[in-house]
């Protein structure tokens, strides 16, 4: 029996269209723990369009809302700029008032840094600094990870994609997430798949956390994450 069933939230004020089906697994999945990522920028984040003054740009560079602009640095360094949200101790970094928080869940904080984005909730996109997320999940024996929210082809993408690499075996449950560019979305489910990854519909995913729904792409990703660890044992 596989044990660690864990699901892992990444909101911001969310679309209304995620919050019912989040909802409806947090009252009927038997989750080992759910864990809540919440961006929490500082107001001068690097990533803000209206933070593009503060910061030398490359001289190439455009800047507009969502285009990927270079910093001069040193050293230089890429980045989307996004509109201003999930600002510290702000109402728009807040959960949606209408989304379930369960008992015992646990807050995971990221973006913190104003000179580093940070999609992925294990780390920040240079990976200089990890979240409280990777020791929370050692500790309690995690094995298989569900993953939902905001933005698909964003901070879903990016999570689930350090997920599968660090070893763990993850599903992205469709319905319950949304993104930003269908295009990127549909490069993210590519990346998913070809990583031995699944993604799943939210009415699927208790037959998975109970057993009675066995996918063969979590059976051989975790056959070969036996197979790298035997190899490194040698």
């Not at 409806?24 to 690097?46: E, I, Q």
């Not at 070809?194 to 939210?202: C, E, K, P, R, T």
């Amino acid at each position: 029996m596989f044990r660690g069933r864990f699901v892992v939230l990444i909101l911001r004020p969310p679309s209304l269209q995620v919050v019912e089906p989040i909802n409806r697994l947090l009252d009927t999945v038997p989750f080992d723990c759910v864990f809540y990522s919440l961006d929490w920028h500082p107001a001068d984040h690097v990533s803000f369009i209206d933070n593009v003054h503060m910061r030398e740009l490359h001289p190439s560079s455009p800047a507009q809302a969502y285009d990927t602009v270079v910093f001069a640095g040193p050293p230089p360094m890429r980045q989307r700029l996004w509109p201003r949200h999930c600002v510290q101790d702000s109402w728009g970094a807040e959960l949606h008032k209408e989304l379930k928080v369960v008992d015992g869940a646990v807050k995971v904080y990221k973006g913190t840094n104003p000179e580093v984005d940070s999609y992925s909730v294990f780390w920040d996109n240079k990976k200089l600094t990890d979240t409280s997320l990777i020791a929370q999940l050692r500790a309690r024996g995690a094995t298989d990870i569900y993953i939902c929210g905001l933005a698909y082809d964003v901070c879903v993408g990016a999570t689930i994609a350090d997920a599968l690499a660090i070893g763990y075996r993850a599903i992205l449950i469709d319905d319950a997430s949304r993104g930003v560019d269908l295009a990127d979305i549909e490069r993210t489910k590519a990346t998913i798949v070809n990583s031995s990854g699944v993604i799943v519909h939210s009415h699927e995913v208790g037959a998975m956390v109970e057993g009675r729904d066995r996918r063969p792409e979590l059976g051989y990703k975790l056959a070969m994450e036996l197979k790298n660890a035997m190899e490194e044992a040698q």
